[in-house]
């Protein structure tokens, strides 16, 4: 009787063992399925966060011009809601020695590149920034922003109105007026899908990934979309025709708002922009006629001017005869979150007249 029972425990036992095995091999099966995940696919297996930050994008040429108002603006903040992330010229470090605010230091991309401003490089900056800061599971919203930009509010007023969005905010329109679409995008990008806007963006995450690992209408738009020469770079002209009727086009302000068109993300976009600038054309020859922002110098930095932009409640579109309201659950806000472009010496004034609220 003692030997039955003896040998029935020795099979448990010897089961038991096998199946712990068993479920080993599966659970390290399925490591290693996870381990192999694509880039793109391994950020939806992150943990959940208890913090939800705001990633600030900042491009920029070297120095920040304005980082006295930035110090101010990030000083009000609680630090687990907000990241830093500047791309500049390549060997650029932020330091003390280079740089007023603090927020700044050592936030440069170790990998940025030279960029060409109007051309392709532009939105392979845009990439880098997007992919560096995706590696951060925390980061929700994404925020591109000039080194000539302002905050018209306050961190907590600028962190609830992105945070209660359930949207992206992206200028898109119709680009009815120009003809910088290239036939030669298509079928890859079909004329339906074509859009124009402003390049400063606000994305909710899901968009993010879409732009930072695109791999298929970024390098369309290296080939196809190019902005035309400058008459002092006349070599680099069509030697036959005029050069004023040379296909002209210009990557960073069709890219992202084209491209979400395409994975059909536009009901999932405020479409505008929470940036402000004025435009003027400038019209002295030709060859050089097209809008350009409006700078912001001492003078112009007055209350009346951050009023006007701050009652701004809604935004036209000319090419769709289009209204695009500013609301919130149903209540007017202000269109605007940040407003370029402004010299260091008018970001003083504002600052000394406490006309940002900061």
Request: charged share 25%; aromatic share 14%; glycine share 4%.
């Amino acid at each position: 009787m003692k030997k039955k029972v003896a040998s029935s425990y020795h099979w448990r036992w010897r089961i038991g063992l096998l199946l712990s095995v068993l479920v080993l091999m599966v659970m390290f099966l399925k490591l290693q399925t996870f381990l192999m995940l694509p880039q793109r696919s391994f950020t939806h297996w992150q943990p959940a966060s208890l913090n939800r930050r705001i990633a600030f994008l900042f491009l920029a040429r070297n120095r920040m011009p304005l980082d006295i108002v930035w110090e101010r603006f990030f000083q009000s903040a609680v630090e687990v809601n907000f990241s830093v992330y500047i791309h500049s010229r390549p060997g650029f470090v932020y330091s003390k020695k280079t740089t007023k605010c603090s927020f700044f230091y050592n936030r440069q991309l170790g990998n940025s590149i030279l960029v060409d401003w109007g051309g392709a490089s532009m939105i392979e900056a845009e990439h880098l920034l997007l992919a560096e800061a995706l590696r951060n599971p925390e980061n929700e919203r994404f925020v591109l922003l000039s080194d000539s930009c302002i905050p018209l509010y306050n961190f907590t007023y600028t962190y609830e109105y992105i945070m209660s969005s359930p949207k992206s905010f992206v200028d898109s329109f119709l680009d009815r007026k120009e003809n910088r679409y290239n036939p030669k995008m298509d079928p890859i990008i079909q004329r339906d899908k074509w859009r124009k806007g402003s390049q400063w963006f606000s994305l909710l995450r899901r968009h993010a990934e879409v732009v930072a690992f695109d791999k298929t209408i970024l390098p369309v738009f290296q080939k196809h979309c190019k902005r035309r020469p400058l008459p002092e770079f006349w070599w680099q002209h069509n030697t036959f025709g005029d050069p004023s009727k040379e296909h002209n086009c210009i990557p960073d302000e069709h890219y992202v708002q084209t491209l979400l068109a395409i994975h059909g993300f536009e009901n999932e976009t405020e479409r505008r922009t929470l940036i402000y600038t004025l435009w003027n054309q400038s019209a002295k020859n030709r060859e050089r006629k097209g809008w350009h922002p409006v700078t912001f110098t001492y003078s112009d930095a007055c209350p009346k001017l951050i009023q006007d932009i701050k009652s701004i409640e809604s935004v036209y579109y000319e090419t769709e005869y289009r209204t695009e309201w500013c609301s919130s659950s149903g209540k007017s806000q202000p269109c605007f979150l940040f407003a370029r472009k402004f010299t260091r010496e008018g970001a003083v004034r504002l600052l000394n007249e406490n006309l940002l609220g900061l």
